[in-house]
């Protein structure tokens, strides 16, 4: 039987690299996945690849910073499908990389310490609205282990990653009584993604090394001495959003190779 067969999963930020990678794997696994992004010919693409390869996805055009256009997407999917198991909040936003907190101007720290929070907090809020209702649900956000553990020049990534931690294990004990649960997935840096390599770039001209050598640190830090694939952060999120993974909650869960020993 497939993990989250009959479950109905909705992804936000679902055309980005982890976002694809995820949206295939949970339709892999037998979920209807409502792809939800900014740019609409990119995730009806992504759409159209997985109803191809038989499985269940349906695009739509969702700004994940805005209340009403979340709440509007989401009327449409109990509309269709009854109802709501799964709300995956993947967006990025721009993390000033390369900067230390006192180089950025307050509105470059907005953007990037809390852009993501606040969606997060849109979807998941959203989310748990329905889900406390069906009595039933699971939430998941993605951050990075600075978020306990800062890291230099990472302008206010880190912030943020840590604002999304506190944010979803709050959330997680308001909603558990309800039979709803709420995960955090950090993760470590996944060289697959284009959008990562140019961070390594831009930290590399910054520290005075390569690119290469700023990527091999990253993999030296970790306990497997290597960095996660895409693959591997999905399948993941495919365990915690199904039934196996009934007992987890109010808590990240380490996909990062060993970067951070918890």
Known sequence: MKLLEGKTAVIYGAAGNIGRGTA????????????????L?????????????GGLAEAA?????DASSVEEQLQGVIASRGRLDVSYNLISTSVAMGKQLAQLSPAQFEDAAFARAKSCFIT??????????????????????????PVKDTGGFPVGNAAIEALLKQLAMEVGPQGVRVVCLRTGATPESPVLQA???????????????????????????RSPFIA???????IIASDYASAITATPVNASCGEMID
């Open 232 to 238: 591997e952060v999905a399948n993941a999120a495919v």
């Open 24 to 39: 295939k794997a949970f339709a892999r696994e037998g979920a209807m996945v409502y792809l939800a992004g900014h740019n």
């Open 124 to 149: 998941s809020t959203a989310a748990a609205r329905i889900m406390q209702k069906q009595k039933s649900g699971v939430i998941l956000g993605i951050t990075a282990g600075n978020g306990r553990l």
């Open 61 to 65: 055009l969702v700004d994940a910073l």
């Open 199 to 225: 961070v390594y770039a831009r930290l590399a001209q910054v520290r005075g090394t390569t690119k290469e050598e700023v990527e091999r640190a990253e993999a030296d830090h970790t306990a497997l001495k």
């Open 41 to 53: 010919e990119l995730v009806k693409s992504l759409a159209d690849e997985i109803t191809n390869a």
